[in-house]
């Protein structure tokens, strides 16, 4: 295969993950990842892929795994849009690839241990949205269908639906996204926020439609 510097992290993999990872990324990003500074990609929404809800279904409920050889019926059980709605999604970028493909990288928080270093994770899409291969370098990041990948997952598909909103393009490089939370700090039950996942979701469906009550969000740069 062909020689490529690797990351610490492909270092660390057994050989047939290792190989796997490998493969994926010569034959489409043609350097690791996980080597690649934040400025190599751009947070312009125009270079995001353009994923779509049905995307999302594809890869990560009919797709099949290549490991297991089944379907991946994580959608349902996994806390992706959780995740993504509630502000553990940050740092996402886009790299343009050969053959018009795309490159996604974001950090995503922990499930269990928001104060620890965020996960790293990445996709590879073609530009209609099609999904190619996925990985995120937590426990369950070899099944390539994670928690963290379908947070990303959801943070595009907004990003596009922003995109196609006027009002929300205005300057190409800010976006509207929910606010990244850093740590989950102790505080009194009256300041915490226990809305639903649904409930947050309405708030930034309402959002990126321009409606006259603006969710407590933020604009990323």
Known sequence: MTEMEESRYCESLDPISKERYREKIIKYVGCDPYMMKKSDFSTDLNDLPAIEAVDITNYLVLQTSFYSKEQMKAYKSMEAYNFFVSGWVHDLGSKVLHEDNRLVFARVNHSQRSGETPLKTWIITKKDGEVI???CNCMAGLSESCSHV??????????????????????????????????????????????SAKSKKQKLDNAIAGANEQPKLRMQT
């Open 133 to 135: 291969a996925a990985h």
């Open 150 to 195: 379908g947070a990303i997952l959801f943070a595009v598909e907004a990003g596009i639906r922003m995109r196609a909103t006027a009002s929300c393009t205005m300057d190409k490089c800010k976006w509207l996204m929910p606010a990244h939370i850093k740590k989950i700090s102790s505080a009194p039950v009256a300041l915490i926020d226990f809305s």
